[in-house]
């Protein structure tokens, strides 16, 4: 690692150039991670020198949702177009059922028969009470025999059982098609939040599969900077530090102030700098927040990150 004779924080191999331009021209105002960067809009920062630059890429935050089908099947339905953009669930997508929705028929008049039935059966127990109580009283008067009293009772009784028998059976129908009407809501694809389609992996007539995604969306988050700190400047980004962005190919353009959100305990490699001469740098994640949101970028952009005290 090489460190310059005219400042205490070292600067990176990869960086080395950088940090003597950016050195060089200390009495400037607002030095960032290119020879090449103008200041920086943030005119409280226009006279700090940055202790730390650092490449970086716009993310949405918690990442992008790939979505896949709960089961495995045709395509019948596509609902939504790339570029669209959806609501809390709405319907994306949707999978050949004609099996189901078979057995979900049949199951539904099962279900309506079972609860005529019992209707039925239920319908006939205030009558056979009404006629039990008159013989009860007529037999008590002596006008009836006790015999009549039994096969009355035995009536109702076997009506009871009935009617019974007819409301587990209605109950028994009745779970069936809820599991049925479950199972069906399993070849709906919905969003499970708003978000933009960017992507599309099905068509129509096409085959989808639980553990391949169908499509790809872009949620509506806030969004992110995910920077890779060189191992040089581990010690010098704090959380809550402020700093400056500019986007890597428009760097007239500034970008709202961020703040670093979260850093990264662990050391990785480089998936946006590189030394020539000595490969893949190790890097520390950095994760910043933009304080006012960034209009006109992308997720996906690479930035330059200027952090300062």
Not at 182 to 196: D, G, I, K
């Amino acid at each position: 690692m090489t460190k310059t004779h005219t400042t205490s924080w070292p600067v990176p191999h990869a960086w080395h150039l950088l940090g003597l331009l950016c050195l060089a021209g200390g009495g400037l105002a607002g030095c960032t991670p290119a020879a090449d960067s103008p200041a920086v809009a943030n005119t409280t920062q226009q006279h700090q020198k940055p202790v730390a630059v650092a490449r970086g890429k716009i993310e949405v935050d918690g990442g992008l949702l790939e979505l896949a089908t709960a089961v495995d099947g045709t395509v019948q339905q596509i609902a939504v177009r790339e570029g669209q953009q959806v609501q809390a669930g709405q319907l994306l997508l949707k999978v050949h059922d004609e099996d189901l929705r078979a057995e979900l028929s049949v199951a539904q008049s099962s279900y309506q028969l079972a609860q005529a039935r019992h209707k039925a059966l239920a319908a006939k127990l205030p009558l056979l009470q009404t006629q039990l109580k008159r013989l009860q009283a007529a037999a008590r008067d002596g006008a009836a025999d006790l015999q009549e009293v039994d096969n009355a009772q035995a009536a109702l009784r076997n009506a009871q059982s009935e009617a019974e028998v007819a409301q587990a059976e209605v109950k028994l129908a009745q779970t069936k098609t809820q599991q049925l009407r479950e199972r069906q809501r399993l070849y709906a694809l919905h969003a499970p939040e708003a978000a933009t389609v960017v992507h599309l992996r099905a068509q129509v007539g096409s085959q989808v599969h639980t553990s391949q995604a169908a499509m790809r969306l872009l949620p509506l988050r806030p969004l992110r900077i995910r920077a890779e700190l060189n191992e040089s400047f581990a010690g010098t980004v704090q959380k809550g530090m402020r700093a400056s962005v500019v986007l890597d190919n428009d760097s007239s353009t500034a970008l709202p102030e961020a703040r670093v959100l979260r850093i990264n305990p662990m050391y990785g490699p480089s998936t946006l700098q590189d030394d020539a001469q000595r490969g893949p740098l190790r890097v520390v994640e950095c994760v910043l927040e933009f304080e006012t949101a960034p209009g006109n970028v992308r997720v996906g952009q690479n930035v330059r990150v200027s952090f300062h005290e």
